[in-house]
């Protein structure tokens, strides 16, 4: 199987996902209680005639699955209703606030990864000694942590007793700094381990022995042979983490009054203004399957056995 | 027979010492053990060692530092955070159980058939196992708290409702490899029914890694109900949830720190005991074991 063939088979695989789960928000959002003419009109004087006129008009009237249709061809042109709350296009809403999620999240990926990977290269070289031990333990403590309670005690310190850094709303990149950091210390706890063991799995395979019998310098060795291989995983969980920060999101900017798209979620259940929530879980859904895609094609390319594997048994 | 029950029963105790002695010369298992038996000490003896009760209120005695008189301080409403964190324990590990048992009650049927009987049942319920990975749980659980509503009992259920694949997963991978043992055969041969099979032969031997499983997944279903909670989705007032406390507390968090620093370094220590206790075990039990 070429690789070609194999990303176009996983992009296949997508579709009905997101499709799946449309049927499943379209649904939810059916049967949540509220009627969005009335809630929509709210405070306005509306005669009868005009509310039902309205119904017809926006295909409420249709059984559910014509509705569904409905709101499915809207949501392909890129309109995703109007929000009950702010009146203002969902879309609109939520393309303000998106940038200040994804330098969030970009921030904190990179973060993570840098710490992981390198405490985790570090104490797999070194297996076995102190250094390994107390990098091992860090890590673990690292990811028990809650965030939000990271997020308060990084605030206490930082932003109160030594007054370096913002710690509510958004003054500029100074800002994400606290935030990234509340974010980025759990997750890298894990990515350290992860590295760690893959990197230890690897340094005792036969090919590393055969590699250092030929006399290859030994920070060759390390780097183009064992490092390799054992970043694979590594490079897969990065893929499935990006849209579980979006999890984290949630509740770290909500403590930290930054606009992002996780903030907006917050408010929006909060207020119950369902299209806003619609359109970002439906927003959130296509990042998890574009992430996965993406996790999977990155995958065979960096190691091609397993275009062999997944295409032969799918 | 009779001798070759014997034998076994034998060969088990032996094996069970075994994984003690293993587990015993683990360090950081012990650490975590320990760590856990006091949090469980303070949750069972909370009614004798609170100072007063989690929700008595004394407006005159507001955000006081940390003294004799109350050695966690006091918080905006003037009670105790140290009865509140004792409290709290007990929140924190009942929620913590319910959860991981509701996930197992999902989880380890849907992985039970999807190993017994493979082809089109596993494909859809390991397409449905991917799926539920893939997404943040956090999110997932708000959806469901959004339509449910807020309350302690719906996080709880919210939680354990977008968290259960870790379960189908592994229980999945190991029916299918204990399919193909001799005992199963034999099981077969004799007519047990598929039922009988899959819960009384193969789920004890699938046991040991739900139990690592289930450890190493108490941290996280604590920490994800306690920032629901910490959101106002879950505990309301005056329940001592640690989340809520957190909530409450991160208001005053400049001008009295103690509200945010012990229930939260309490949460952090409730996980860090669950995840060294669970590595431990994974080690001892089930040493290939992975998930996510």
């Given amino acids: ?314 | 027979m009779n001798l070759a029950r014997l034998t076994l029963e034998k060969v088990r105790r032996l094996r069970d010492n075994e994984t003690l002695k293993l587990y015993l010369r683990h360090k950081r298992g012990l650490a975590g053990l320990a760590i856990l038996s006091i949090i469980t000490c303070l949750a069972l003896t909370a009614d004798l060692i609170a100072l007063r009760g989690y929700a008595e209120v004394d407006l005159s005695y507001r955000l006081m530092p940390p003294s004799p008189k109350s050695p966690f301080g006091t918080d905006h409403l003037g009670r105790d955070v140290f009865s509140r964190v004792v409290y709290g324990a007990r929140i924190a590990l009942w929620v913590g159980l319910l959860v991981v048992i509701v996930e197992a009650c999902i989880g380890v049927p849907l992985g039970l058939l999807a190993g017994y009987y493979g082809g089109l049942v596993d494909k859809v319920i390991s397409a449905m196992t991917d799926m539920l990975w893939a997404f943040p749980p956090i999110i997932l659980a708000l959806a469901i708290v959004t339509i449910i509503g807020p309350g302690l009992t719906n996080v709880v259920v919210a939680v354990a409702l977008v968290s259960w694949a870790p379960y189908t997963r592994v229980v999945r991978a190991k029916t299918m490899s204990i399919m193909s043992r001799e005992f199963i055969v034999a099981a077969r041969a004799i007519g047990e029914s598929s039922f009988s099979i899959m819960f009384r032969y193969v789920l004890p031997n699938v046991l040991p890694s739900i139990i690592v499983l289930a450890t190493l997944t108490i941290p996280s279903a604590i920490l994800y109900t306690t920032a629901l909670s910490f959101l106002g989705f879950g505990a309301q007032p005056p329940t001592p949830d640690w989340g809520l406390m957190l909530s409450e507390g991160k208001d005053y968090v400049f001008n009295a720190p103690w509200c945010v620093v012990f229930p939260g370094l309490f949460l952090t220590l409730t996980a860090l005991s669950f995840n060294l206790v669970g590595d431990a075990l994974r080690e001892v039990l089930d040493p290939k074991l992975r998930f996510g």
């Fill in chain 1, 1 to 314: 199987m070429s690789l070609l063939a194999y990303v176009f088979k996983r992009l296949l695989i997508g579709i009905p996902i997101v499709f799946f789960v449309t049927i499943i928000l379209f649904y939810i959002m059916y049967i949540l209680p509220g009627d969005p003419i009335k809630i929509l009109l709210a405070g306005e004087r509306v005669t009868p005639e005009r509310i039902e006129a309205l119904r017809r008009e926006w295909g409420l009237d249709q059984p559910v699955h014509v509705q569904y249709f409905y709101w499915l061809s809207r949501v392909v042109r890129g309109d995703l209703g109007i929000s009950i709350v702010a009146r203002q296009p969902v879309t609109l809403l939520i393309s303000q606030r998106l940038p200040y999620t994804l330098a969030l999240m970009l921030t904190s990926i990179l973060l993570a990864y840098i710490i992981g990977i390198l405490t985790g290269l570090v104490a797999a070289l070194m297996r076995g000694s102190l250094v390994d031990t107390a990098l091992s333990t860090m890590a673990i403590v690292f990811y028990s942590i809650p965030g939000f309670w990271l997020g308060l005690i990084l605030m206490l310190i930082f932003g109160y007793y030594l007054r370096l850094l913002p710690i509510s709303g958004y003054e500029g990149p100074q800002s994400l700094v606290l935030p990234a950091l509340a974010l980025a210390l759990p997750s890298s706890g894990y990515i350290m381990r992860l590295t760690r063991a893959e990197m230890i799995e690897v340094l005792n395979e036969d090919y590393i022995r055969t590699a250092r019998g030929r006399g290859l310098s030994e920070s060759r060795v390390l780097l183009v042979h064992a490092l390799r291989n054992a970043i694979i995983p590594v490079v897969v969980m990065f893929f499935l983490d990006l849209p579980w920060l979006v999890g984290g999101a949630v509740v770290i900017e909500t403590l930290f009054a930054l606009p992002g798209m996780g903030r907006l979620l917050y408010i929006s259940i909060l207020k119950q203004d369902y299209p806003v929530v619609q359109g970002i879980v439906l927003i959130i859904t296509v990042l998890v399957v574009v992430c996965n895609t993406l996790g999977d094609i990155v995958v065979a390319i960096l190691d091609p056995r397993v275009r062999v594997e997944r295409g032969e048994a799918a």
